[in-house]
C-alpha cells in the first residue's frame, strides 16, 4: 500500500470510529448529522442542514458547485436499533482481523467515512473547492426514506451520483421497489358457541393469504421474482370473548419489479379476495412506497465509473442489481444516474455487524480518484 493510499486508509478508519461511536437509529440522526456537517466545514464546504422532522439533512457545497453537478456524493446516516446478541461494544469500531465490527460500520458508515476521507484528502492537495460536487448525508433510509425525499424535492441535478451503501462487489445500478398494502378482512360477530351464525374475519383472511401466495407474480431478467410478504396480521379482542372476531388487520408488502405498480398489486390482490367466501376486504396502500429501479449498464456515466475503477484497481467494476430497496430507487427515479458502491462486510440488520478494512481502503481511493476524475477539476 503506497504512502497516500495507507493515509487514505487511516483517515476512513478515524471518520468510522467517530461515526460508529454516535448512535444514530432512525428517528434520532440529529448527532450524527451535526458530526457531519462540522466535519465538512473543517474542509472548507458550505454546509446547510435541512429540517428533515427533528432531524437534518447535511448537504455540502463547494465553491464550484454548480446547478448541474458532476458528482453527487450521498448516503443515509440512520442505523438498525441495538439488537441482543453483541459480542463486541456496538458502539465501538472494534478491529478483527480484516474486518472492523460496529453498528452501522456497513450499513453505511464504512461507506460515508470513506467519502469524507476523500473529500479531506482532496482538500489537503487545495483542489477541493474546484471540484463540481454536490454532498448529501440524508437520515431515515431504514424507515420511511424521509431525508432523501427531502433532498429530492429541491429536485437537484447531477450527471453521477454515488451511494454509498455497502455494494462493492457487485456495485449495484437496480433495485426491487416495494408497495405496502393494508387489507381489511371484515367478518360478521357471532358468539363463539354458534359460530355459523357469523363469519370469522381471521379465518377469511387465512384463505386471503393463502390465495395470494398462489398468484403468479413478475420475473424479471435482472431483479428476480419476488412474492407477497405477510408481515403482520392482528385480529379477534384484545381481552377473552367467546366472540366471532368481525375484523381482522393484514400488512403486506410486495417488492416490485419493472412493469409492477401499485396499480398491479391491488389487481393482485383483488383476485386473491375472491377466494374469501363471505365478507369482504377493504385494500388501502401505507407508505412506504418505493418504484422498482433498472439502468443500463453501458451508460456512459456508469461506463466512465467502472473505467475509472478499473485503473485505481486493476480490475474490473462487476455490476448487478439488489434485492432490496434502498434511497437509489428514488434517486433513479428523479432521473439521476445512480452507482451504489460502498464497502461491504456482512451481518447487516443483524448483531455484530462488520466491515472488511480492504474494501475501506479501496472505496477511499476510488472516492478520491472519482473526486479528482469526475468532478470537474
Given at each position: 500500500?503506497?504512502?497516500?493510499?495507507?493515509?487514505?486508509?487511516?483517515?476512513?478508519?478515524?471518520?468510522?470510529?467517530?461515526?460508529?461511536?454516535?448512535?444514530s437509529?432512525?428517528g434520532?440522526?440529529?448527532?450524527?448529522?451535526?458530526?457531519?456537517?462540522?466535519?465538512?466545514?473543517?474542509?472548507?464546504?458550505?454546509v446547510?442542514?435541512?429540517?428533515v422532522?427533528?432531524?437534518?439533512?447535511?448537504?455540502?457545497?463547494t465553491?464550484a458547485?454548480?446547478?448541474?453537478?458532476?458528482?453527487?456524493?450521498?448516503?443515509?446516516?440512520?442505523?438498525?436499533?441495538?439488537?441482543a446478541?453483541?459480542?463486541?461494544?456496538?458502539?465501538?469500531?472494534?478491529?478483527?482481523?480484516?474486518?472492523?465490527?460496529?453498528?452501522?460500520?456497513?450499513?453505511?458508515?464504512?461507506?460515508?467515512?470513506?467519502?469524507l476521507a476523500?473529500?479531506e484528502?482532496?482538500?489537503?492537495?487545495?483542489?477541493?473547492?474546484?471540484?463540481?460536487?454536490?454532498v448529501?448525508?440524508?437520515?431515515?433510509?431504514?424507515?420511511?426514506?424521509?431525508?432523501m425525499l427531502?433532498f429530492?424535492?429541491?429536485?437537484p441535478?447531477?450527471?453521477?451520483?454515488?451511494l454509498?451503501?455497502?455494494?462493492?462487489?457487485?456495485a449495484?445500478?437496480?433495485?426491487?421497489?416495494?408497495a405496502?398494502?393494508?387489507?381489511?378482512?371484515?367478518?360478521?360477530?357471532?358468539?363463539?358457541?354458534?359460530?355459523?351464525?357469523?363469519?370469522?374475519?381471521?379465518?377469511?383472511?387465512?384463505?386471503?393469504?393463502?390465495?395470494?401466495?398462489?398468484?403468479?407474480?413478475?420475473?424479471?431478467?435482472?431483479?428476480?421474482?419476488?412474492?407477497?410478504?405477510?408481515?403482520?396480521?392482528?385480529?379477534?379482542?384484545?381481552r377473552?370473548?367467546?366472540?366471532?372476531?368481525?375484523?381482522?388487520?393484514?400488512?403486506?408488502?410486495?417488492?416490485l419489479?419493472?412493469?409492477?405498480?401499485?396499480?398491479?398489486?391491488?389487481?393482485?390482490?383483488?383476485?386473491?379476495?375472491?377466494?374469501?367466501?363471505?365478507?369482504?376486504?377493504?385494500?388501502?396502500?401505507?407508505?412506504?412506497?418505493?418504484?422498482?429501479?433498472?439502468?443500463?449498464?453501458?451508460?456512459?456515466?456508469?461506463?466512465?465509473?467502472?473505467?475509472?475503477?478499473?485503473?485505481?484497481?486493476?480490475?474490473?467494476?462487476?455490476?448487478?442489481?439488489?434485492?432490496?430497496?434502498?434511497?437509489?430507487?428514488?434517486?433513479?427515479?428523479a432521473?439521476?444516474v445512480t452507482?451504489?458502491?460502498?464497502?461491504?462486510?456482512?451481518?447487516?440488520?443483524?448483531?455484530?455487524?462488520?466491515?472488511?478494512?480492504?474494501?475501506?481502503?479501496?472505496?477511499?481511493?476510488?472516492?478520491?480518484?472519482?473526486?479528482?476524475?469526475?468532478?470537474?477539476?
Amino acid at each position: 500500500m503506497s504512502t497516500h493510499a495507507a493515509h487514505l486508509f487511516d483517515r476512513t478508519v478515524h471518520y468510522l470510529k467517530d461515526l460508529v461511536a454516535i448512535p444514530s437509529p432512525s428517528g434520532d440522526e440529529a448527532a450524527v448529522s451535526t458530526y457531519l456537517a462540522g466535519a465538512l466545514e473543517r474542509l472548507g464546504l458550505s454546509v446547510n442542514l435541512q429540517r428533515v422532522g427533528t432531524r437534518y439533512n447535511v448537504i455540502a457545497r463547494t465553491a464550484a458547485t454548480q446547478e448541474l453537478t458532476e458528482l453527487l456524493l450521498t448516503g443515509h446516516t440512520d442505523t438498525i436499533p441495538v439488537m441482543a446478541g453483541w459480542k463486541t461494544d456496538p458502539f465501538t469500531a472494534t478491529l478483527d482481523g480484516d474486518c472492523i465490527y460496529g453498528l452501522g460500520a456497513a450499513d453505511q458508515k464504512g461507506g460515508i467515512a470513506a467519502q469524507l476521507a476523500a473529500l479531506e484528502a482532496m482538500a489537503a492537495t487545495g483542489s477541493l473547492n474546484r471540484a463540481n460536487i454536490l454532498v448529501s448525508f440524508t437520515p431515515d433510509e431504514e424507515a420511511l426514506s424521509d431525508g432523501m425525499l427531502a433532498f429530492l424535492d429541491d429536485e437537484p441535478r447531477a450527471r453521477l451520483v454515488l451511494l454509498s451503501e455497502p455494494h462493492f462487489d457487485p456495485a449495484t445500478i437496480g433495485w426491487p421497489g416495494k408497495a405496502l398494502l393494508k387489507a381489511t378482512v371484515h367478518g360478521k360477530a357471532a358468539h363463539g358457541g354458534r359460530p355459523s351464525q357469523g363469519i370469522n374475519a381471521i379465518e377469511q383472511a387465512a384463505l386471503f393469504l393463502c390465495a395470494l401466495g398462489a398468484v403468479p407474480v413478475t420475473e424479471h431478467e435482472h431483479l428476480g421474482v419476488h412474492q407477497f410478504v405477510t408481515l403482520s396480521i392482528k385480529g379477534g379482542y384484545e381481552r377473552y370473548s367467546l366472540t366471532v372476531p368481525d375484523r381482522c388487520d393484514i400488512t403486506i408488502s410486495k417488492q416490485l419489479v419493472p412493469g409492477e405498480t401499485k396499480e398491479t398489486v391491488l389487481a393482485l390482490a383483488r383476485k386473491a379476495a375472491g377466494a374469501v367466501t363471505a365478507g369482504h376486504i377493504d385494500f388501502e396502500f401505507n407508505r412506504p412506497y418505493y418504484p422498482p429501479a433498472e439502468q443500463d449498464p453501458d451508460n456512459p456515466e456508469i461506463q466512465r465509473f467502472a473505467s475509472l475503477f478499473r485503473e485505481v484497481t486493476g480490475r474490473p467494476l462487476n455490476l448487478g442489481f439488489g434485492r432490496g430497496v434502498c434511497d437509489g430507487d428514488y434517486l433513479v427515479d428523479a432521473g439521476l444516474v445512480t452507482i451504489s458502491f460502498g464497502p461491504s462486510g456482512g451481518n447487516t440488520h443483524q448483531p455484530n455487524e462488520w466491515v472488511y478494512t480492504a474494501q475501506l481502503a479501496t472505496c477511499a481511493e476510488v472516492f478520491f480518484a472519482a473526486l479528482n476524475r469526475l468532478a470537474g477539476v
